[in-house]
């Protein structure tokens, strides 16, 4: 079984540019919720994408969109980046929503920093 | 909104000693709670899923309890050992879409 896989690993960035994250689903997994954490603090839901669309969202600006394909990788942009976007990006896989437990599996995280 | 608290923020233990992490949470409409364990820069390693029917899950030296009605998750750690340093975070699923963390709980176990 392959668990959740992410890249890169670390980004560097400067204020204004674009970022393409990417994330590769658990095998059987459907569902992908992408979360921001800054340092110190705890996780904070971004959104989740179910069979290509977005299922629900968090308190983000509209320059943090997402993607999900046929195969449910996910892919997570950051337009117009900001000093404040500097965070371990973080995402994770679950069943289809309602379905069994929910239990989330996480990747290993992108780490972005923003110069 | 759920808000999700844990104390303490920031514990030191010697070796060998139980513990215990505390959970609250605002809401108790929730459809499961999951801890988790993340070592520093590290991702997430998911430690027990407790379903909201149920009062408690046991993974080897791991406990975790479920009080809906209190608003409360208890993580408890047997003979603790210096591999459990670690943050412990504790997040609350309200159905299906929206997982709320707390902001951990930092524990370091000294030999």
């Known amino acids: 079984e392959t668990g959740v896989t992410q890249s890169p690993t670390h980004l560097i960035k400067t204020r204004g540019q674009q970022v393409t994250l990417r994330c590769s689903s658990q095998?059987?997994?459907?569902?992908v919720s992408w979360y921001q954490q800054a340092l110190g603090q705890g996780p904070q839901f971004i959104f989740q994408?179910?069979?290509?669309?977005?299922?629900g969202r968090g308190n983000f600006p509209p320059r943090f969109s997402g993607l999900q394909f046929p195969n449910y990788s996910s892919e997570l942009n950051v337009n117009a980046l900001e000093l404040d976007d500097s965070a371990l990006y973080l995402c994770?896989?679950?069943?289809?929503?309602?379905?069994?437990?929910?239990?989330?599996?996480f990747g290993p995280g992108t780490r972005l920093t923003v110069l | 909104k759920q808000e999700v608290t844990q104390i303490p923020a920031a514990l030191s233990v010697p070796e060998g000693e139980n513990l215990v992490l505390n959970c609250s949470f605002t809401?108790?409409?929730?459809?499961?709670l999951q801890w988790f364990r993340q070592d520093p820069g590290k991702g997430l390693t998911s430690l027990l899923l407790?379903?909201?029917?149920?009062r408690e899950q046991t993974s080897g030296r791991l406990n975790a309890s479920l009080d809906k009605s209190s608003g409360r998750s208890t993580l408890y750690i047997a003979a603790s050992q210096p591999g459990d340093s670690a943050t412990y975070l504790c997040a609350l699923n309200n159905y299906g879409q929206n997982f709320v963390f707390g902001p951990g709980t930092r524990l370091s176990v000294l030999p």
């Open positions: 994770a896989s679950s069943p289809r929503p309602g379905q069994g437990p929910d239990e989330q599996f």
């Open positions: 407790i379903q909201s029917s149920q």
């Open positions: 095998s059987g997994h459907n569902t």
């Open positions: 994408y179910y069979r290509e669309e977005e299922n």
């Open positions: 809401d108790s409409a929730i459809y499961n």
